[in-house]
């Protein structure tokens, strides 16, 4: 079964407004990761949070990690058209060595 | 910057061929992975290797081999290609230290191969 589960599927904001998208898994990790995917390419990493840190900012991104909830979301703000993309999280399990389980990911898609 | 790239972009096959997917990469990472993304199911990796010679199944490793003789190529193999086997194929490479703009424990992927078996 898929460790990342991403909510939602799908979201459709106009240019300018906040994007939130969340992430639940279910086992122990020892960090999580947000990627892009634009359509029909490889995936970008966009940030790495780590099991002891609870927030991280990187430019208009904004990610927060609640292990108790097994839970991340990840913010962008002020979006823009090239925003949209696919955005997908992925864990890394404590004890999977260097693997990385992806969610099914989130499509976002952002109208000028 | 790093760089993976992968041979071909588009690729159409016919059922029973033998197919090689190559991946490069340029940042001397130690750790390369194979996925295929599908509509609905997201990434899920077929191989994966840590170190050159070795390597490891993923979650659907069936119909799949690879190949890891120099430490910047990893090749994946579909030994008699299927029809259930038309995918994108994305290779991913990292490495467990931060070195030359690459991060610690991120994957960094190629561009990925769309792979249609007729």
């Known amino acids: 079964s898929q460790q990342g589960e991403e909510d939602p599927q799908a979201l459709s904001i106009q240019e300018g407004e906040n994007a939130t998208m969340n992430c639940s898994y279910k086992?122990?990790?020892?960090?999580l990761q947000w990627y892009r995917q634009n359509s029909g390419r490889g995936l970008v990493h966009l940030i790495l949070?780590?099991?002891?840190?609870r927030e991280k900012h990187s430019g208009r991104l904004r990610v927060t990690l609640d292990t108790s909830k097994k839970s991340s979301s990840l913010l962008i703000t002020a979006s823009r058209a090239a925003d949209t993309a696919s955005y997908f999280c992925a864990t890394e399990r404590r004890g999977s060595n260097y693997k990385l389980t992806f969610g099914k990911g989130t499509l976002l898609t952002v109208n000028p | 910057d790093v760089k993976v790239t992968q041979s071909s972009r588009y690729l159409v096959k016919r059922t029973g061929e033998k197919v090689f997917l190559e991946c490069v990469q340029d940042?001397?990472?130690?750790?390369m992975f194979w996925y295929r993304q599908d509509p609905g199911l997201g990434l899920r990796l077929i191989y994966f290797s840590y170190d050159v010679k070795m390597k490891e199944k993923g979650d659907i490793p069936e119909g799949y081999s690879v190949s890891r003789e120099k430490k910047e190529r990893f090749s994946l193999i579909l030994e008699s290609a299927s029809t259930n086997q038309t995918s994108m194929y994305l290779c991913a490479s990292s490495s467990t230290v931060t070195s030359g703009g690459a991060l610690a424990d991120t994957q960094y992927f190629g561009p990925g191969t769309r792979l249609t078996v007729l």
């Open positions: 940042m001397d990472h130690e750790n």
């Open positions: 949070i780590r099991s002891n840190e």
């Open positions: 086992t122990s990790i020892n960090n």
